[in-house]
């Protein structure tokens, strides 16, 4: 059974420039959640979709927006990016409230 | 209060000892709880849920679940070099808000062999 797959693994992007991130959950998942880790601090939610519907989003700017697809694959997208959004990017797939989530590889995006 | 506190590492053992991780989390209504691993420079991986007070164990692994107390617990028993990584608690909030899982910032082992 295939895992959660985040594409691209890597990213360097400029200031001001703005970036599309990807995920494919495991099959039959149907919950995808984004997450922020940087060393400072730590894991911080993003959101989370299920069904194409957004159902939480955590304290981040405008510039942070996401979505999903009818296959439940996921996209997020930073828009106007600052030198403060290097991160590693995280998605993570279940089936739904309550149930186990599983990671994937995750995205390191460097802004220069 | 943060959402989810874990007991500050870093956290040395030897080797074949018990590793002892511990969480705390305040929402009240939270009513699933997970802890991953996380080795330097990958992603978090799973390697236990719990979801009813007592005690669950899985190989090396026992998680504790305290729900009065709010409080969940990781023990490593016959630690490995192998077992040295993060370990990030996780909190599933409760029925009535939305979703969100909340990580606590993590606790480092290290094994010393």
């Known amino acids: 059974k295939a895992g959660v797959t985040q594409t691209p693994r890597y990213l360097i992007k400029t200031r001001g420039q703005q970036v599309t991130l990807s995920c494919s959950p495991i099959?039959?998942?149907?919950?995808v959640s984004w997450y922020q880790q940087t060393p400072g601090q730590g894991l911080q939610f993003l959101f989370e979709y299920f069904s194409e519907t957004q159902r939480n989003k955590g304290n981040f700017p405008g510039r942070f927006s996401g979505r999903q697809f009818s296959n439940s694959r996921s996209e997020m997208n930073v828009s106007t990016l600052e030198l403060g959004d290097s991160a590693l990017y995280l998605c993570?797939?279940?089936?739904?409230?309550?149930?186990?989530?599983?990671f994937g590889q995750g995205t390191r995006l460097t802004v220069v | 209060q943060k959402e989810v506190e874990q007991n500050s590492g870093p956290l040395s053992v030897p080797e074949g000892a018990i590793a002892s991780l511990n969480c705390t989390y305040s929402?009240?209504?939270?009513?699933?709880f997970f802890w991953y691993r996380q080795y330097s420079g990958k992603s978090p991986e799973l390697i236990m849920s719990?979801?009813?007070?007592g005690d669950k164990e899985d190989g090396r692994f026992t998680a504790q679940l305290n729900k009065a107390s709010q409080y969940v617990s990781l023990l490593i028993r016959d630690s490995q070099p192998s077992d040295s990584a993060t370990y990030l608690c996780a909190v599933n909030n409760g029925p009535n808000v939305d979703y969100k899982l909340s990580f606590g910032a993590g606790t480092t082992v290290t094994v010393r062999a």
């Open positions: 099959s039959g998942h149907r919950s």
């Open positions: 993570a797939s279940s089936l739904g409230r309550n149930t186990e989530a599983f």
């Open positions: 929402d009240r209504g939270s009513q699933s």
């Open positions: 719990i979801y009813s007070n």
